[in-house]
């Protein structure tokens, strides 16, 4: 009973520091008004271009190509479906890998490493921040699509999606926690960011369908969990066909969320070791 009072309270402890990192980088954010708007806005206006060029190259927004590839004409829902999980990707690639980075620039990265809870707590407040602020920019896009093209979902997949979406993202935590550690020893973590990121949006079938990448490159996207949070988003939403079921994708977006924490978390320990031995840490 002593032993479980203790867990419980260490759990609260944990909860409330990743809480309280949450709230602080609202805080930050909130102060720069001019910027926070533009950070809302930005994912529109990048979103826009696919959905022109998709659009023009095919004559509307049906495509007899894409419903012989996966079942359904819908340019416009199947590119805006896809377009979402970007942001949860830049959120694992830039937002978490680059959360050590921002305690650096604010000259405060000593006294959080020096805080009396895990590095982990640090960056899952971090990490709870980076969803929270990417669900606010999808709501805006969702507001815009419908706006502007409507998009035709069966609200019926919204379930299935919402469970695969957060099996996902837990995979996508141990990769955020993977970028961080490159900041810890290269400073200028952009350098892995910009070069991971552009490898796994390829990868990633965003804005195409996965039958038209090379076959090796197909095989390479199933080790990536946004493979399957589109996939089956889109299969839930629109009826995109895909090769495997429900209980499929979770047991290999579990799979995937297990082998990445942990891999993310085992490189950012060693990595943290290794920085405080060489006396590193600290250089900017």
């Not at 019926?156 to 900041?183: C, D, E, K």
């Not at 405080?276 to 600290?282: D, E, K, V």
């Amino acid at each position: 009973m002593n032993r479980l009072r203790i867990w419980w309270s260490k759990l609260r402890h944990y909860a409330g520091a990743v809480w309280a990192e949450n709230i602080k980088e609202w805080k930050l954010e909130l102060t720069y008004k001019a910027d926070f708007a533009r950070g809302l806005i930005d994912p529109v206006v990048y979103l826009l271009p696919y959905l022109l060029y998709g659009v023009a190259l095919v004559g509307g927004r049906s495509s007899e190509n894409l419903q012989r590839l996966v079942g359904t004409s819908d340019i416009i829902t199947f590119i805006t479906l896809g377009y979402v999980f970007i942001g949860f990707l830049n959120m694992a690639l830039w937002a978490m890998g680059f959360s050590l980075r921002k305690e650096q620039f604010y000259g405060t990265l000593e006294s959080v490493f020096a805080a009396p809870v895990p590095r982990w707590v640090f960056t899952m407040g971090m990490s709870l921040h980076s969803i929270l602020h990417q669900l606010l920019m999808i709501a805006v896009q969702i507001v815009f699509i419908l706006a502007v093209f409507s998009i035709r979902i069966n609200p019926l997949g919204l379930l299935p999606t919402l469970l695969v979406i957060a099996l996902m993202l837990v995979a996508l935590y141990g990769i955020g926690m993977f970028m961080a550690s490159f900041t810890l020893i290269f400073k200028q973590g952009w350098l892995v960011s910009e070069a991971l990121s552009s490898i796994l949006m390829i990868l990633t079938p965003i804005a195409y369908p996965l039958a038209v990448l090379p076959a090796f490159m197909q095989q390479a996207a199933l080790f990536v969990p946004t493979t399957y949070g589109i996939l089956t988003a889109r299969h839930f939403l629109m009826g995109e066909k895909i090769s495997f079921t429900l209980n499929d994708a979770l047991l290999r977006l579990a799979l995937l969320s297990l082998l990445w924490v942990a891999f993310g978390l085992l490189v950012f320990a060693l990595i943290e070791r290794q920085t405080r031995r060489a006396g590193t840490l600290s250089h900017y």
